[in-house]
């Protein structure tokens, strides 16, 4: 063997060994979990839930930050610029995952040098919910409805959510006349449409659930594959009359580019483990989402396809980058 060959096969040994040496010594300090958005919504729930978890089985402390700001931008620069050894992570929600390039001009970091996919957690359908003074009661109800009366029905966004996304995807596929409106969140978006300031919203199940059973918002379909159990009256769109009209919501954790793959590949497994017991399951199938838990290969998958879906749906709804 080459004398250069030998001394770069013994390096790349050396790095795997002391990568093996790190995963087995993870972790030895807290971790943070990072939020990039307010205390209070699912993210921060699930962030808090899968801290609390994995502190108590790894006696570990592991605390959770809440770096909120310029829809999800400032807590992403945060951990863009933190250490790659895996006490930093990052609880993402989908949008800010896929389509957030094709919504700002310019960001501090890139989604695919700076982050590196750890597990997929949860993810949540989304529902097309209207006020119940619109006199509509399927999707193609509302669709006709808007289209005659031009100009009249708007819906509540957080701009460049899923909701806002799964909005314009309908009208794309229908031509009806339906005005974005954007607000600072969901919960303000939805607090307008309680109030008839708008005519419908998209919204995740496992938040739109207390609103339906008080009877304040009526449920038109479910952009699933399957009807939700939670809702199993409400039919998918597929049932009324869109097939492949799919929106579901979720949210997964990443962590630094070049953390080692042993300390992600021993977090990844943790996380799944968490997220398919059935303490975990029954939690959230209570409220409205499913667990998942996966491996970072099928999570970087799981990202790519997303991000080629919505970004073609953000230029078709002709959205322009802020």
């Known amino acids: 063997m080459k004398p250069v060959l030998r001394r770069v096969l013994a390096a790349l040994a050396s790095v ?61 620069d945060w951990v863009a610029r933190q250490p790659a050894d895996g006490y930093t992570l990052l609880l993402a929600p989908a949008s800010n995952l896929t389509v957030q390039p094709a919504l700002f001009k310019s960001l ?17 359908p989304q529902v097309l919910l209207v006020n119940p003074s619109v006199p509509v009661n399927t999707p ?20 460049g959510a899923y909701s806002h996304l799964a909005g314009e995807l309908l009208k794309v596929q229908t031509g009806a006349d339906f005005t974005a409106i954007p607000y600072q969140g969901a919960a303000p978006a939805m607090n307008d449409l309680l109030g008839g300031q708008t005519q419908f919203i998209f919204n995740e199940v496992v938040t739109a659930i ?25 039919p998918t769109f597929a049932e009324a009359g869109y097939p492949g009209f799919e929106v579901t919501s979720w ?15 021993k977090l990844a497994a943790e996380l799944k483990s968490i997220m398919q017991s059935p303490e975990f399951k029954k939690r959230y199938d209570e409220i409205g989402a499913f667990t998942v838990g996966s491996t970072p290969e099928e999570l970087g998958d799981f990202i790519r396809s997303e991000t080629t879906k919505w970004t073609a749906v ?3 709804a002709g959205i322009q980058p802020n």
């Open 16 to 76: 795997c060994l002391v990568a093996a040496a790190a995963a087995q010594d993870y972790p030895a300090k807290t971790i943070h979990i990072v939020v990039p958005y307010p205390a209070g919504g699912i993210a921060d729930k699930i962030a808090r839930e899968t801290a609390d978890e994995l502190g108590r089985r790894w006696k570990q402390s592991v605390v959770v930050d809440n770096r909120a700001g310029a829809a999800g931008n400032i807590g992403f």
């Open 108 to 124: 501090s970091y890139n989604l695919e040098k700076d982050f590196a996919p750890v597990s997929l957690l949860v993810l949540t």
């Open 140 to 159: 193609k109800e509302l669709v006709d409805y808007s289209k005659a009366n031009p100009k009249r029905v708007n819906f509540g966004v957080s701009i």
């Open 251 to 265: 949210y997964a954790m990443v962590a630094r580019s070049g953390t080692p793959g042993p300390v992600i590949d």
């Open 210 to 234: 207390p609103h339906v059973k008080a009877g304040k918002l009526k449920p038109l379909a479910v952009a699933y594959k399957t009807r939700a159990p939670w809702l199993p009256n409400v």
């Open 314 to 316: 953000v230029k078709q």
